[in-house]
């Protein structure tokens, strides 16, 4: 009984070894043969994978096989509940990452940098005003130091001329002296020289007068030299 | 995205959706709704990801930021200045669940382009609970600050009164179409864009084409780079634009 079920479904006795047992220890219980092989063949269908041969196993692989390859597996609505189990568990982790970690972290640190850029471009702010400042001072004590020089200049020129100017007028008024000193020297020279003329005329010609032979008159010599002497 | 063809008997086999499979990590068997899965494994690393970046990466707390640091201030601030622009400044109360939305769908949507990974977001599964919290969460919003003028989004009060009941029917339609469009648009286009790769990399089998299928796959990845990341900033810019309409329902 139990070897004739087993060769007619197809099954390898050692495989399945708690069937011949089962039927062995249950032998008042033992139904018609085709039961039994009706059972198995349902049984091996039902998981597909099963250690079995013969055509009840292939059919079973065969018919596991198609129904893979039929479908999409998106379309195969067994595998929806795991999915979208562990799609919220990633979501919730996620969410836990993004609110508890990320935000508050990046959120900080924005506003954190955000307050340090504030802060840096009003100091920058403030120290190009102060150097405006520097630069303001700095040129008004330029135009002062150029003012302050070009007074200078001008006090010392101005000293200068006045220096000049009196030297100019006191070298003038001693040429003048020494000019009419120097003159009046010339003009007393010249009296002397004209009466020295006269003299030696005088007496050069009281002299050739002499010696033609003839006496004249002082007077008379005295008036011909002046008459020359004029002309 | 895993590789793998099987030549058998003299022609090709794609198995292009294989890749999308779910399942158990450990053993195989029935998938319960606890059972640890490669969606598991794939979801937990983007959590890592996302702690990794923001944990890890700010850790200093810097003034100056260091490399990670940027990193993730800018993400901060890409998404804060989203929010900001469209939902308005009422909008940033609700920043952190968007930034969550933002966040897990670029890194599920990165991991999944690392070769032999397995796109989370390509599942309508997921596709669709995200949609749905948002389009759940923005409806009931609508109605708890705006009480019943929430339905003026319906009620186009610039129109002529007397095409009104037709864009209402037209509005109520669309405001319902919401979330079907919102999650297919992510899923569709993930899992389009790794399905198509796979089916290139088939034809890699064939050795006169081995090479155009190669450069092909390396140009689909360059788009599939691209679209990871617009898909997640559609997803969160639409977010905020229903967010906005719970805010200010009037047209």
Redesign the interface.
Known sequence: MALETTARAGIEPQVLQPIPVQVEGNNAEIEPTGEVAADLGVEAGAHG?GPVTAEVGYDAIDAHGGA??AG?????F??????????????F???F???R???P??G???A??QG?VTNDLASAEELKLRAQEAEAAYDKALADARAEANRIADETRASIQADLDAELARADEQIGAKTAESEAAIAEIRAGAMDSVRDVATDTAKAIVAAFGATADDAAIAAAVDQRVKG | MAVETEAEEGGLVFHPLDQFIVKPLFGDGEIHWYTITNVTFWMALTILCVAGLFALGTRGRAIVPSRMQSVAELAYGFVYKMVEDVSGREGLKYFPYIFTLFLFIVFANFLGLIPTSFATTSHIAVTAVLALSVFLTVTILGFVLNGTKFLGLFWVSSAPLALRPVLAIIELISYFVRPVSHSIRLGGNIMAGHAVIKVFAGFAAIATVAPLSVIAIAAIYGLEVLVAFIQAYVFTILTCVYLKDALHPSH
């Open positions: 994978d893979e390859a999409m597996p998106q379309l195969d067994s595998t929806f509940p795991n999915q979208i189990f562990w799609l919220l568990v990633t979501l982790a996620i969410y990452v993004v609110s970690i990320a935000m972290r990046i900080a640190v924005l954190e940098r340090t």
